[in-house]
């Protein structure tokens, strides 16, 4: 090794340490200090060599192992290389040789070391962000409980708000305050009159005096008052307003009338109109109609046919009857010209004794009797009784052709609507309250995310204001209706709605049934109709809003599944329809909801069940085959758990949030129906709508048990039960209830196997007997239900049967005679006594006297016909018929009776009345649905009544119980059975 030059040129190397460190060299030094490269070996990493560090000098034969044999010149430069690249550092060093010099650089050990720091790095963060997802989630669900608490405790102390006011309205000392306050973002004047919020309004059947009355208080049909002008009558139509309430949008009172030109009163209520109604032209009466005869046979005397002239008097000028031949109306000539000549106003006779009045055009004559002949005033006014109706229990459950319409609140109340009644059930202190605002059919219905706010949609009906299809939004705790949407831009039922879920519920979405299914967004709380668009020209049956993203919509119907995105305007929407095999596509999607990580969930007609990913429009996966035949509902619980109810097999499946089933199952008898919906109860509890409209409450583990039973189709028959709490319902669907009134429970359930159109109890309450369309009638045990004998007479339903007040004889009306039986062997043996046959109309009511040897009966054309039950013989003599008591006032056209049919000549029809047991009070139920007392006898043609609503079809029986505490009405198409109070 030669000895190094005296001259040495220095060398920095800036920012390198370990470079700097190195002892200086000159460029002629062919080999580095080695003893220097050895000490500082191990803490090399990343050396570059410079120019001074590389020589040419003398070369070393060697041969590489990849090529034997070649011989490759090394110079103790590369031999350092060599020797560093096999000690012990991390990673091989490269080196190449470029115009004789050779540089090295550690590229491998510092790729290895940046992989090394970023998979240590990456690893580290994959970690932070574990533990970050554990903790959000964690604060989520405490958060949830904790939303869920606060709920809770707001509608706790929202109902105990309510319960403090009810117990102050009970003390007639405490004034309630009524001071409006500002509900957030809700108008403070509502549509349809509907007064200001209060801080606590109390659920007391009476309101304030100076409260405006709701809007169908009359004696008269609104129909009537915003009917054509033309031809008005000289007696003005007035519409009187009560000065208390049941309820501001429900229950309907008439107080006494102001002083006009006929009549006058000390107390001067507010009018509400004062149109009249037009006339009609009347209907022509022609071919065997012209006679107005019917024919009347007994089976004592089958060759005798009498004169059936109703009311037929000795002296020849009588006009007590329009069918007598001595009567101005004896012809069709005379009859006709009469209708255009005489007025139609009430006239009273007081030399005959005869109450003349015109019901639809057609002039009815009824008897005075002698004790109010002489100081009888037509214009009088009958005024209301100071009694009035509560709503106390709704028996029923709509489920037969609903969704989605059974909720759990958190003040522990269930949540569901018949008729035109939303029923809010404490299963715990067996109570309920009612939301009377609606006036027809209720079709769908959903609850706020606070829980506390229920929305609910309505049908069309006959009114053209209030009948029209709208949306109410209404508090569940006060009952205060806050908003009203849709009045006059609906056409049709409103099938589905649902709130927003993102934003607090500020939005409110809806879905009718006119052939474009239109779909419409509100801000509900401004009462603002954001958007419209045509939704699908198949039906659609749920509409949701997305609870995890903004602005989604999801609806399903026939056919189809629609992703609806609203644009951050609220101006706009578009459309994705889901994508969909077509060989997996069902007829209907039946329903939907949403998994805890925000799926769709849908289930269809075939009994599949697909999940839509989030934020796809396509299925991500499919269940085949869950339920045999459609899936009606499906619910996903607080837990993430999936229940599924089926439509055909009346199972209820539990799935897991994987999807995966759980074992757990459910089979309903079949008497139940079919799973209509399913919704989570209190604490694991479940609770069930069936097809039969039943509710039940249960899980898995226990049996479900039914919370409230009811009728599924028309319900026709009822009655009280003599000296008992106790009445029996029964209908079109073959079923008799018997229900107890105090407990709102059943007694017990029998099938007839027929269809039930009337039904009577015995004058001791021991024997129930049933007619049937068919013309069948069964006799029946009250208590064992055991069947005492079928009896038919001819194939025409049997429109009513009655009793006897002394129990000695059974009638029973059809369409084409009234049947008198005997009774034997305590209500156990029938003998017939005799028939009536009715040749020109049906019959429809009937009245037993007092003393049990007449029956009055009615017939569809209004007429009034008196027999004689021994003979089955129609009586012609009036004056022996005039003075006759009648232990019943079930014919609607009768002198006890004048003031239902009012001053109108065209007044809607009315299907039903009943008396009191007392003989106080008057109830009838007509084609609105509406049920009006008024006070009995109702002599005068300006009878003021109360009148209430909560029945959305024809009300076809009223009933009062045996202590007349109660009132009882079906509503014949909408299954609902509705027990008031007498207050």
């Keep these: 090794m030669s000895q190094p030059n005296d001259r040495m040129e220095e060398a920095s190397y800036p920012g390198d340490p370990v470079l700097s460190s190195l002892p200086l060299c000159s460029r002629s030094q062919t080999v580095p200090n080695m003893a220097a490269l050895q000490q500082e070996s191990q803490e090399i990493r990343d050396i570059t060599t410079p120019d001074s560090l590389l020589s040419d000098t003398r070369e070393t034969d060697i041969k590489t192992p990849d090529s034997p044999g070649v011989s490759v010149s090394k110079t103790p430069d590369s031999a350092l290389s060599e020797r560093l690249t096999n000690s012990k550092s991390p990673a091989p060093v490269s080196y190449r040789k470029q115009a004789g010099l050779m540089a090295w650089h550690s590229v491998d050990q510092e790729s290895q070391g940046i992989e090394g720091i970023t998979s240590a790095w990456n690893g580290m963060l994959e970690n932070e962000n574990e533990a970050m997802r554990d903790r959000v989630s964690d604060l989520e669900k405490k958060v949830h409980f904790q939303n869920d608490e606060i709920t809770c405790l707001k509608a706790t102390l929202a109902d105990c708000l309510r319960r403090l006011n009810a117990l102050e309205v009970e003390k007639d000392h405490v004034e309630i305050c009524t001071t409006p306050t500002h509900y957030p973002t809700v108008q403070n004047a509502f549509q349809n009159g509907h007064s200001k919020i209060p801080l606590r309004r109390p659920l007391s059947a009476t309101t304030d005096r100076n409260e405006k009355a709701s809007r169908r208080i009359s004696y008269s049909s609104d129909r009537e008052r915003h009917g054509s002008k033309s031809n008005p009558s000289p007696r003005k139509s007035v519409v009187y307003q009560s000065n208390t309430s049941l309820n501001s949008d429900a229950s309907l009172s008439q107080g006494t009338p102001s002083a006009s030109t006929r009549h006058s009163s000390s107390a001067t209520p507010r009018l509400h109109s004062t149109t009249s109604a037009s006339s009609t032209t009347p209907r022509k009466i022609t071919g065997s109609m012209g006679k107005l005869h019917k024919k ?42 009469h209708l255009r000549e005489v007025s139609k106003n009430p006239q009273f006779s007081v030399e005959e004794g005869i109450l003349r009045i015109f019901i639809k055009g057609r002039p009815i004559s009824l008897l005075c009797p002698d004790a109010d002949r002489v100081d009888y005033d037509v214009d009088k006014v009958n005024p209301a009784p100071s009694q009035k109706l509560k709503v106390e229990w709704v028996y029923g459950y709509r489920g ?48 706020h995310p606070n829980r506390l706010i229920v929305a609910s949609g309505q049908g069309p009906g006959y009114y053209r204001r209030e009948g029209q299809p709208h949306i109410r ?65 198949e039906t659609v049956v749920a509409v949701e809003f997305h609870p995890m993203e903004d602005g989604s919509i999801i609806t399903c119907g026939k056919g189809h599944v629609n992703f609806w995105q609203i644009e951050p305007s609220y101006t706009a929407m578009s459309r994705k329809t889901g994508v969909l095999d077509p060989r997996d596509k069902p007829k209907y999607f039946t329903c939907l909801a949403f998994s805890s990580s925000g799926d769709v969930i849908t289930g269809d007609s075939n009994g599949n069940i697909f999940v839509w990913g989030r934020g796809y429009n396509a299925v991500t996966k499919a269940m ?186 059974l009638a029973l009306g059809s369409r084409a005679a009234i049947h008198i039986y005997k009774v034997e062997d305590g ?80 007044t809607l029809d009315i299907n039903t009345s009943a008396k009191s047991n007392e003989g106080a009070l008057l109830a009838i139920g007509d084609d609105l649905g509406r049920v009006k007392l008024y006070t009995h006898p109702a002599t005068q043609p300006v009878s003021l009544n109360h009148s209430y609503t909560g029945h959305s079809s024809g009300v076809t029986r009223v009933a009062f119980m045996a202590d007349d505490t109660r009132l009882l009405t079906v509503g014949g198409k909408d299954s609902a059975v509705i027990q008031w109070t007498i207050e």
């Excluded at 009857?321 to 005379?334: D, I, K």
């Excluded at 759990?408 to 404490?426: K, Q, S, W």
């Excluded at 009952?479 to 607090?504: P, W, Y």
């Design 827 to 906: 209500y156990r043996r029938y003998i017939r006594m005799g028939r009536c046959l009715a040749q020109s109309s049906f019959l429809t009511h009937l009245d037993w006297s007092e003393d049990s040897v007449h029956i009055q009966a009615n017939n569809a054309d209004k007429e009034v016909l008196v027999l004689t039950a021994a003979l089955c013989r129609v009586v012609t003599d009036s004056e022996s018929v005039r003075n006759i008591s009648w232990a019943t006032s079930e014919c609607l056209v009768s002198w006890n009776t004048v003031g239902i049919w009012g001053e109108q000549e065209n």
């Design 473 to 537: 939004v209404w508090n569940s705790v006060s009952l205060q209706t806050l908003q009203v949407l849709g009045v006059g831009e609906f056409k049709r039922a409103i099938s589905c709605i649902s709130f927003s879920r993102t934003d607090g519920g500020t939005f409110i979405v809806g879905v009718d049934e006119a052939p474009d299914h239109n779909i419409v967004v509100w801000d509900w709380q401004k009462g603002i109709k954001q958007m419209e668009s045509k939704c699908s020209s």
């Design 400 to 447: 037969r052709d609903a969704r989605a319409n059974l909720q759990l609140l958190p003040t522990g109340e269930m949540v569901y609507f018949v008729a035109a009644v939303v029923v809010l059930f404490n299963a715990e202190e067996h109570s309920q309250r009612h939301y009377l605002g609606h006036t027809e059919d209720i079709k769908c219905m959903t609850v």
């Design 624 to 809: 085949w085959k869950v339920h045999e035949g459609p899936v009606f509902t499906i619910c996903v619980l607080k837990d993430g758990s999936i229940i599924t109810g089926g439509g055909k097999d009346g199972r209820v499946v539990k799935f897991d949030t994987m999807y995966r089933p759980t074992g757990q199952e459910a089979q309903l008898p079949e008497h139940l129906g079919s799973i209509r919906t399913v919704s989570q109860g209190i604490g694991s509890q479940l609770l069930l709508g069936t097809t039969k409209n039943t509710i039940l409450n249960g899980n898995f583990e226990l049996s479900f048990q039914e919370m409230m039973v009811g009728h599924v189709e028309e319900v026709c028959a009822l009655a009280a039960r003599p000296t008992q709490s106790q009445f029996l319902t029964a209908g079109h669907d073959r079923m008799i209830h018997l229900w107890d009134s105090l407990s709102h429970s059943v007694v017990w359930s029998n099938d007839v196997g027929e269809q039930v159109q009337s039904a009577c109890f015995s004058c001791d309450g021991e024997v129930i007997v049933v007619g049937t369309v068919t013309g069948k009638w069964v006799v029946l045990d009250s208590r064992t239900k055991e069947v005492y004998g079928v009896h038919q007479d001819g194939a025409e339903p049997i429109s009513t049967v009655k009793f006897s007040p002394d129990g000695s004889k």
């Design 296 to 337: 009347w046979r007994s089976t004592s005397d089958f060759d005798a046919t009498p004169s059936l002239s109703v009311y037929k008097r000795s002296n020849a000028g009588s006009s007590l009857s329009f069918r007598s031949p001595y009567s101005p109306y004896g012809s069709q000539q005379n009859l006709d010209r």
